[in-house]
């Protein structure tokens, strides 16, 4: 039934999909989350490239598992140093590797929307696996799947996002699909990290995270990055984690509260260990849900394809 | 009759300057105005005279843009003098003044009069000159603002880049106002701005952009008052695009400053909204900004607080533009847009009468450059004539005259346009 009303070539973010769109996604991702050793023959035979501009593991390696357990061989290009990427240079190399055979291209890549204008140039699916600041919609999917397994639903949900709004397209992306599926986001974070207009979005901003966490079903804590540090956005990982790190005394009374982390954690600064590896904690139950994911956004591509092929 | 007079017929003559708006006839002799009058066309010793037929056109003193990027020397892939003139003509536009930031920046006499010969030989319209405020618009040292103004420059500017220290800017003011040029600034305080692509708010947020913040500009705009109010030298705000910036402006003015600015047609007609996914031609600076924003730009523009319109025409090849967002230059063009825009989407509107339209893109220009004998039709001054037909219908489209397309208007119908552009007494585009 979701294959029938998934109609996109590509997937390249979540604001612009429907809440039924996203439902089918889950609901295809969830026999695949529930038997985490099937297998399946969406994409036997098929080649999947990988065009990865910034560094990545775990996205990376779940896409990958996700190709080899449909079937697809795969074929991974990472571009190095190629901060300076112009568009034209990645239609190129986009090209090439639709070239070399590949119908399915998973990218990542540090400019925000620089994917947008090449779907239509190009034959093969495209598969956003993070762009700049914009969307990473696969890893708000399986944020999603991992709160509404663990939690039941999502509507009516209330989720904190914690950390760096400003360059989060972890944010964005989980924003776009929590509010479409009608759960109340809230986003929390300095002043300088929480970017203008946020709220257009959907989204109620916080500077207070013990205030944010009151009643709260779910918090998503967002990487803090040193580098922020450098561009005076915060004024040292120990004032930040002070104020916006979880840590047991802060989890103190919320003992239902679901703990999600997009990985890597930087232990001690915005999450202590005790919290990451607590009970609470669904991070590498995250993990798994995101082969799942990646599984069913494969497979509904491949019945796109299998209805458009000539 | 002599060869070179040429008699503009049976249009409707509106010259803001003379407080006219009245069916007249226009007899050009040597690049001159030499006579304006009703029934003037059907005296018989002007019936040889070639002419121009006006039915159910506006009459008006030339258009003046006073923000043009023509690119040349440096940057001939975008736009040339040629190219960009060409560009002013089919828009209407009989003068444009050139910004110095080309490759080299006019940042010395020497320069200044390579440009305004080439201009001269190659150019359309009338090219007037802008030098450099600072050598090499490094914001270090000033240029020669004396021997810029001999060599015929009328203002001077470090466009497209700010003057970050003050006290530089307090000298460069002085000295050009003992010259007798007018200081155009660009107000962007770069340490605001940093990095940013879009107007800070929920469009930017959305797209996951890096974004400039409103008082990035008003910042600026603020400083040069006060440094206007020190010095009591003019000063002119370069495409101001935010309400604050406004609200400084009109209160400076209150308090009798020479402060004058410009807005371009993008600022007063777009926002941040109307971006369609990442397409650059969207992106200029400073950004589309909000719709309070745009709402507060056309009512300065109104009232008079904002002085004129001036198009910031930036034209850029598309391989500077088919880029992701963030890598994709800054900048559109206007020459060919700016008339067709301001009749349809202004003056049509009730936003502003026809007369201060012409007022704005003309006799304000002509005022504050110190240009005496253009702005007007006065009997005498330079027979720089834009004829509209504010009837004809058209289609924002290419091919333009302009070597480069960037414009975030293809595509829009309008209603007016230059039916000609007289410039010097030579027909410089006829539709």
Same mark, same amino acid.
């Given at each position: 039934?979701?294959?029938?009303?998934?109609?996109?070539?590509?997937?390249?973010?979540?604001?612009?999909?429907?809440?039924?769109?996203?439902?089918?996604?889950?609901?295809?991702?969830?026999?695949?989350?529930?038997?985490?050793?099937?297998?399946?023959?969406?994409?036997?035979?098929?080649?999947?490239?990988?065009?990865?501009?910034?560094?990545?593991?775990?996205?990376?390696?779940?896409?990958? *598992?996700?190709?080899? !357990? #449909? /079937? $697809?061989? %795969?074929?991974?290009?990472?571009? =190095?140093?190629?901060?300076? @990427?112009?568009?034209?240079?990645?239609?190129?190399?986009?090209?090439?590797?639709?070239?070399?055979?590949?119908?399915?291209?998973?990218?990542?890549?540090?400019?925000?929307?620089?994917?947008?204008?090449?779907?239509?140039?190009?034959?093969?699916?495209?598969?956003?696996?993070?762009?700049?600041?914009?969307?990473?919609?696969?890893?708000?999917?399986?944020?999603?799947?991992?709160?509404?397994?663990?939690?039941?639903?999502?509507?009516?949900?209330?989720?904190?996002?914690?950390?760096?709004?400003?360059?989060?397209?972890?944010?964005?992306?989980?924003?776009?699909?929590?509010?479409?599926?009608?759960?109340?986001?809230?986003?929390?974070?300095?002043?300088?990290?929480?970017? *203008?207009?946020?709220? !257009? #979005? /959907? $989204?109620? %901003?916080?500077?207070?995270?013990? =205030?944010?966490?009151?009643? @709260?079903?779910?918090?998503?804590?967002?990487?803090?990055?040193?580098?922020?540090?450098?561009?005076?956005?915060?004024?040292?990982?120990?004032?930040?984690?002070?104020?916006?790190?979880?840590?047991?005394?802060?989890?103190?009374?919320?003992?239902?509260?679901?703990?999600?982390?997009?990985?890597?954690?930087?232990?001690?600064?915005?999450?202590?260990?005790?919290?990451?590896?607590?009970?609470?904690?669904?991070?590498?139950?995250?993990?798994?849900?995101?082969?799942?994911?990646?599984?069913?956004?494969?497979?509904?591509?491949?019945?796109?394809?299998?209805?458009?092929?000539? | 009759?002599?060869?070179?007079?040429?008699?503009?017929?049976?249009?409707?003559?509106?010259?803001?300057?003379?407080?006219?708006?009245?069916?007249?006839?226009?007899?050009?002799?040597?690049?001159?105005?030499?006579?304006?009058?009703?029934?003037?066309?059907?005296?018989?010793?002007?019936?040889?005279?070639?002419?121009?037929?006006?039915?159910?056109?506006?009459?008006?003193?030339?258009?003046?843009?006073?923000?043009?990027?023509?690119?040349?020397?440096?940057?001939?892939?975008?736009?040339?003098?040629?190219?960009?003139?060409?560009?002013?003509?089919?828009?209407?536009?009989?003068?444009?003044?050139?910004?110095?930031?080309?490759?080299?920046?006019?940042?010395?006499?020497?320069?200044?009069?390579?440009?305004?010969?080439?201009?001269?030989?190659?150019?359309?319209?009338?090219?007037?000159?802008?030098?450099?405020?600072?050598?090499?618009?490094?914001?270090?040292?000033?240029?020669?603002?004396?021997?810029?103004?001999?060599?015929?420059?009328?203002?001077?500017?470090?466009?497209?880049?700010?003057?970050?220290?003050?006290?530089?800017?307090?000298?460069?003011?002085?000295?050009?106002?003992?010259?007798?040029?007018?200081?155009?600034?660009?107000?962007?305080?770069?340490?605001?701005?940093?990095?940013?692509?879009?107007?800070?708010?929920?469009?930017?947020?959305?797209?996951?952009?890096?974004?400039?913040?409103?008082?990035?500009?008003?910042?600026?705009?603020?400083?040069?008052?006060?440094?206007?109010?020190?010095?009591?030298?003019?000063?002119?705000?370069?495409?101001?695009?935010?309400?604050?910036?406004?609200?400084?402006?009109?209160?400076?003015?209150?308090?009798?400053?020479?402060?004058?600015?410009?807005?371009?047609?993008?600022?007063?007609?777009?926002?941040?909204?109307?971006?369609?996914?990442?397409?650059?031609?969207?992106?200029?600076?400073?950004?589309?900004?909000?719709?309070?924003?745009?709402?507060?730009?056309?009512?300065?523009?109104?009232?008079?607080?904002?002085?004129?319109?001036?198009?910031?025409?930036?034209?850029?090849?598309?391989?500077?533009?088919?880029?992701?967002?963030?890598?994709?230059?800054?900048?559109?063009?206007?020459?060919?847009?700016?008339?067709?825009?301001?009749?349809?989407?202004?003056?049509?509107?009730?936003?502003?009468?026809?007369?201060?339209?012409?007022?704005?893109?003309?006799?304000?220009?002509?005022?504050?450059?110190?240009?005496?004998?253009?702005?007007?039709?006065?009997?005498?001054?330079?027979?720089?004539?834009?004829?509209?037909?504010?009837?004809?219908?058209?289609?924002?489209?290419?091919?333009?005259?302009?070597?480069?397309?960037?414009?975030?208007?293809?595509?829009?119908?309008?209603?007016?346009?230059?039916?000609?552009?007289?410039?010097?007494?030579?027909?410089?585009?006829?539709?």
């Amino acid at each position: 039934m979701a294959a029938i009303s998934w109609d996109r070539k590509d997937l390249l973010g979540l604001e612009t999909l429907s809440s039924g769109e996203i439902e089918g996604i889950l609901d295809a991702a969830a026999p695949f989350a529930d038997n985490p050793r099937s297998r399946g023959k969406a994409l036997s035979g098929r080649l999947v490239a990988f065009f990865f501009s910034e560094p990545s593991t775990r996205t990376r390696s779940s896409f990958e *598992a996700a190709a080899k !357990r #449909l /079937g $697809a061989d %795969v074929l991974g290009l990472s571009a =190095a140093g190629s901060s300076a @990427a112009k568009g034209e240079t990645l239609l190129d190399s986009l090209r090439n590797l639709e070239a070399v055979g590949a119908e399915y291209l998973v990218v990542r890549q540090e400019l925000s929307g620089a994917l947008e204008p090449l779907a239509s140039k190009l034959k093969a699916s495209l598969l956003n696996a993070g762009d700049g600041c914009h969307e990473h919609p696969t890893q708000a999917l399986l944020d999603v799947l991992t709160l509404r397994r663990k939690k039941g639903r999502i509507k009516g949900l209330r989720v904190v996002i914690v950390g760096d709004i400003l360059h989060s397209r972890v944010a964005r992306s989980n924003i776009h699909a929590l509010t479409a599926l009608g759960a109340r986001v809230t986003v929390c974070g300095p002043s300088a990290l929480i970017p *203008a207009g946020i709220e !257009r #979005l /959907g $989204a109620r %901003v916080s500077h207070d995270l013990n =205030a944010a966490l009151a009643g @709260a079903d779910a918090v998503n804590v967002l990487r803090q990055q040193l580098e922020r540090q450098n561009r005076n956005l915060i004024a040292s990982l120990p004032d930040y984690a002070g104020r916006y790190g979880l840590s047991p005394e802060r989890l103190a009374g919320h003992k239902d509260l679901l703990i999600l982390h997009p990985g890597p954690v930087n232990r001690g600064v915005e999450l202590d260990s005790a919290c990451a590896d607590g009970p609470q904690s669904a991070i590498l139950e995250q993990v798994a849900n995101g082969v799942a994911v990646r599984m069913a956004v494969f497979s509904l591509l491949a019945s796109w394809r299998a209805r458009h092929a000539r | 009759m002599p060869a070179n007079s040429l008699l503009i017929a049976g249009g409707t003559v509106i010259d803001p300057e003379q407080r006219l708006e009245a069916a007249r006839d226009v007899l050009i002799k040597d690049g001159r105005i030499e006579d304006m009058a009703a029934g003037l066309a059907k005296k018989e010793r002007l019936s040889g005279v070639a002419r121009i037929e006006a039915a159910g056109c506006w009459v008006t003193p030339g258009l003046i843009d006073m923000h043009v990027h023509l690119r040349e020397p440096g940057g001939e892939a975008d736009e040339t003098i040629a190219s960009g003139t060409r560009a002013a003509a089919r828009g209407g536009v009989a003068s444009v003044l050139a910004m110095p930031n080309t490759e080299p920046p006019i940042d010395s006499p020497a320069l200044a009069r390579l440009l305004a010969a080439k201009a001269r030989e190659a150019g359309a319209v009338n090219v007037l000159v802008a030098g450099a405020l600072t050598l090499g618009q490094k914001g270090e040292r000033l240029t020669e603002a004396a021997r810029l103004k001999e060599a015929g420059a009328v203002a001077l500017s470090d466009d497209g880049r700010p003057v970050m220290d003050s006290g530089l800017m307090r000298r460069a003011m002085e000295y050009a106002r003992d010259a007798g040029l007018l200081v155009i600034d660009h107000c962007e305080d770069a340490s605001l701005s940093q990095g940013g692509c879009l107007h800070e708010g929920a469009a930017a947020t959305a797209k996951g952009l890096r974004a400039i913040p409103w008082a990035s500009e008003t910042v600026m705009v603020l400083r040069d008052i006060a440094l206007c109010e020190l010095t009591q030298a003019p000063i002119h705000l370069a495409h101001l695009s935010c309400a604050q910036s406004v609200a400084a402006l009109r209160s400076a003015k209150k308090r009798g400053l020479p402060v004058s600015a410009e807005a371009t047609p993008h600022h007063l007609l777009l926002c941040e909204d109307d971006m369609p996914g990442y397409d650059a031609d969207f992106k200029m600076n400073p950004p589309l900004r909000g719709k309070a924003d745009r709402q507060a730009l056309l009512e300065a523009l109104a009232d008079g607080t904002i002085d004129a319109i001036a198009t910031d025409h930036a034209p850029h090849r598309p391989q500077r533009k088919e880029l992701p967002l963030e890598l994709a230059a800054f900048g559109v063009i206007g020459l060919e847009t700016a008339l067709g825009l301001a009749l349809t989407r202004l003056a049509a509107k009730g936003a502003l009468s026809r007369r201060k339209l012409i007022e704005r893109m003309s006799c304000a220009p002509a005022r504050l450059l110190g240009l005496k004998s253009k702005g007007s039709l006065r009997r005498g001054a330079d027979a720089d004539v834009t004829v509209i037909d504010p009837a004809a219908s058209w289609t924002v489209k290419p091919p333009f005259e302009s070597l480069s397309r960037n414009t975030p208007f293809a595509g829009l119908r309008l209603k007016g346009r230059a039916r000609a552009t007289i410039v010097g007494g030579r027909v410089a585009y006829a539709l």
